[in-house]
């Protein structure tokens, strides 16, 4: 027989706390009584589901299978019932949401103090982090990703294509001027994204075909604003998505190469949500808050942003100009 929603629930709150003491008190029971619960669960599946040490809990791979369906199904139950009893009300709760450092700093953190003024009732746990993340394991609502998707089952909305570029500083190409054709890149300090499979091989077009070139330089990362701020200063040529560069190139900061040879490879940018929790108002509403920002490319568009690079904000916010106007290199 299932267990029932509480005791799932329960269950969820002992497996995060990794005790039952401090799982009784975010469910108002006490220790004892959240111990049996689970020890009659465990009775009831005829397996066990929690290594007890007089230190901590931790789960048994059994225990590990039981919460990964119990986090779907309390997901599900918490959908249907806000879809249902929020119709007509504001979203309201918490929202936890993986995104990467350059999205993080320089789209979301200017745009997210216009959502919080629209959703009072609505709260964040940021995950900022460049690797993917198990969305179901680790109790993510909304996870954004670049590029193709596995068929992982998961429930995926498309925000935008983005396209990739090929620059430089003008002081780099003041000391070593610049490539007149793809191949001349061979000769040049060439940064790439580590985390990216191809990020060394880069596409050009060349006589009509798609040809591609094997770059190098003294430094990969996985942090494209590493290799952002490196550009900046003059350290090598980069690759990089629209979205970093856009702003740097309109600000003078750097300056497009190669642009009649240049394949975009255009990699959608997708929000990502378990299974049963996308019909969630918040999740609805937050989800709306990213096509509607982050789908109409403001980095194309030269709205106003920070320029963050490095991990580190300029001291004064950058004004995008046109080419042609003046533009201020930020302090750092």
């Given at each position: 027989?299932?267990?029932?929603?509480?005791?799932?629930?329960?269950?969820?709150?002992?497996?995060?706390?990794?005790?039952?003491?401090?799982?009784?008190d975010d469910v108002n029971l006490?220790?004892?009584?959240?111990?049996?619960?689970?020890?009659?669960?465990?009775?009831?599946?005829?397996?066990?589901?929690?290594?007890?040490?007089?230190?901590?809990?931790?789960?048994?791979?059994?225990?590990?299978?039981?919460?990964?369906?119990?986090?779907?199904?309390?997901?599900?139950?918490?959908?249907?019932?806000?879809?249902?009893?929020?119709?007509?009300?504001?979203?309201r709760g918490h929202l936890r949401?993986?995104?990467?450092?350059?999205?993080?700093?320089?789209?979301?953190?200017?745009?997210?103090?216009?959502?919080?003024?629209?959703?009072?009732?609505?709260?964040?746990?940021?995950?900022?982090?460049?690797?993917?993340?198990?969305?179901?394991?680790?109790?993510?609502?909304?996870?954004?990703?670049?590029?193709?998707?596995?068929?992982?089952?998961?429930?995926?909305?498309?925000?935008?294509?983005?396209?990739?570029?090929?620059?430089?500083?003008?002081?780099?190409?003041?000391?070593?001027?610049?490539?007149?054709?793809?191949?001349?890149?061979?000769?040049?300090?060439?940064?790439?994204?580590?985390?990216?499979?191809?990020?060394?091989?880069?596409?050009?077009?060349?006589?009509?075909?798609?040809?591609?070139?094997?770059?190098?330089?003294?430094?990969?990362?996985?942090?494209?604003?590493?290799?952002?701020?490196?550009?900046?200063?003059?350290?090598?040529?980069?690759?990089?998505?629209?979205?970093?560069?856009?702003?740097?190139?309109?600000?003078?900061?750097?300056?497009?190469?190669?642009?009649?040879?240049?394949?975009?490879?255009?990699s959608p940018l997708f929000a990502?949500?378990?299974?049963?929790?996308?019909?969630?108002?918040?999740?609805?509403?937050?989800?709306?808050?990213?096509?509607?920002?982050?789908?109409?490319?403001?980095?194309?568009?030269?709205?106003?942003?920070?320029?963050?690079?490095?991990?580190?904000?300029?001291?004064?916010?950058?004004?995008?100009?046109?080419?042609?106007?003046?533009?201020?290199?930020?302090?750092?």
């Amino acid at each position: 027989m299932a267990g029932s929603p509480t005791e799932m629930a329960i269950f969820e709150r002992v497996a995060e706390r990794r005790s039952f003491a401090r799982a009784a008190d975010d469910v108002n029971l006490s220790a004892s009584a959240v111990a049996k619960l689970i020890a009659r669960l465990e009775h009831r599946l005829a397996v066990r589901l929690v290594n007890r040490t007089t230190r901590r809990l931790s789960l048994t791979a059994e225990g590990e299978i039981y919460l990964d369906r119990v986090r779907e199904i309390l997901g599900a139950i918490e959908a249907a019932e806000s879809e249902i009893a929020s119709a007509q009300s504001s979203p309201r709760g918490h929202l936890r949401v993986h995104t990467f450092p350059a999205i993080a700093a320089q789209e979301l953190a200017p745009a997210l103090p216009d959502f919080l003024a629209r959703h009072r009732h609505i709260t964040f746990d940021f995950m900022v982090t460049n690797r993917s993340v198990d969305l179901v394991g680790e109790n993510v609502d909304i996870s954004l990703r670049i590029g193709p998707l596995e068929n992982s089952g998961l429930v995926a909305r498309k925000i935008v294509d983005l396209s990739r570029i090929v620059c430089a500083s003008p002081a780099y190409l003041a000391r070593h001027g610049s490539p007149s054709e793809p191949a001349d890149l061979i000769h040049h300090a060439c940064l790439t994204l580590s985390r990216n499979p191809d990020s060394s091989s880069w596409p050009f077009l060349v006589n009509g075909k798609i040809k591609r070139v094997d770059v190098k330089g003294p430094l990969s990362a996985d942090s494209a604003d590493m290799l952002l701020a490196l550009a900046i200063a003059g350290t090598g040529i980069l690759r990089l998505s629209e979205h970093v560069v856009a702003r740097p190139i309109r600000a003078g900061l750097l300056q497009p190469l190669l642009q009649d040879a240049q394949v975009p490879e255009p990699s959608p940018l997708f929000a990502l949500t378990p299974p049963g929790r996308h019909q969630a108002p918040k999740v609805r509403a937050f989800l709306d808050f990213l096509s509607e920002h982050l789908g109409r490319a403001p980095w194309r568009n030269g709205e106003r942003a920070p320029l963050i690079v490095g991990g580190l904000a300029a001291s004064q916010t950058t004004q995008v100009i046109q080419p042609g106007g003046e533009s201020r290199t930020p302090r750092f």
